[in-house]
T-cell receptor, first 114, second 114 residues
Framework: AQKVTQAQTEISVVEKEDVTLDCVYETRDTTYYLFWYKQPPSGELVFLIRRNSFDEQNEISGRYSWNFQKSTSSFNFTITASQVVDSAVYFC???????????FGTGTRLTIIP | DGGITQSPKYLFRKEGQNVTLSCEQNLNHDAMYWYRQDPGQGLRLIYYSQIVNDFQKGDIAEGYSVSREKKESFPLTVTSAQKNPTAFYLCASALIGDGNQPQHFGDGTRLSIL
């Protein structure tokens, strides 16, 4: 069975601070895919990044960066110089090859204080 | 623009009543999914379909039914057997056979009991 754990339920930081959201996953598949989604107050889920199990390169996209480590089964997400617009619930998710279903973590509610 | 349309945005159900949530996509995606979101519990899969006229139960299918008569449409019926239907419902679609492709989500339907 697959499992995704986001141990941080809520995080609050002051604007311009850096913040890291943790994600730990469990799977028996050798080929799998990891995702981060953002859910703003309006409710829709916005796709942020995907990473496959064969690619452990870390990635930076603007103020966002992701740290994938298979050795610790972690896929952490960092926002640099946070902004109020980053306030949202962030979900980490896992799927197998074939994309049959996404297994979501319970989400981390991030609040950026102006 | 291509995307996923869910309707209505808000829905109210009376006791003993069945209600149907609409989900339409024009992304030419093969697979479609229904998720339920409760506060603090992340998203849980209700049903999914990878081809027309075929669908599979997810983790919490009891009290729900679906149909997939057209590739573009995947309506969800919340039956009177679902005793706790109040939740936020999200529909998603994706290309299949390549887990590297993210699921795309609609804006959601918020269902409440009258």
């Amino acid at each position: 069975a697959q499992k995704v754990t986001q141990a941080q339920t809520e995080i609050s930081v002051v604007e311009k601070e850096d913040v890291t959201l943790d994600c730990v996953y469990e799977t028996r598949d050798t080929t799998y895919y990891l995702f981060w989604y953002k859910q703003p107050p309006s409710g829709e889920l916005v796709f942020l990044i995907r990473r496959n199990s064969f690619d452990e390169q870390n990635e930076i996209s603007g103020r966002y960066s992701w740290n994938f480590q298979k050795s610790t089964s972690s896929f952490n997400f960092t926002i640099t110089a946070s902004q109020v617009v980053d306030s949202a619930v962030y979900f980490c998710a896992l799927t197998n090859f074939g994309n049959e279903k996404l297994t979501f973590g319970t989400g981390t509610r991030l609040t950026i204080i102006p | 623009d291509g995307g996923i349309t869910q309707s209505p945005k808000y829905l109210f159900r009376k006791e003993g009543q069945n209600v149907t949530l609409s989900c339409e996509q024009n992304l030419n995606h093969d697979a479609m999914y229904w998720y339920r979101q409760d506060p603090g519990q992340g998203l849980r899969l209700i049903y999914y379909s990878q081809i027309v006229n075929d669908f599979q139960k997810g983790d919490i299918a009891e009290g729900y039914s679906v149909s997939r008569e057209k590739k573009e449409s995947f309506p969800l019926t919340v039956t009177s057997a679902q005793k706790n239907p109040t939740a936020f419902y999200l529909c998603a679609s994706a290309l299949i056979g390549d887990g590297n492709q993210p699921q795309h989500f609609g804006d959601g339907t918020r269902l409440s009991i009258l």
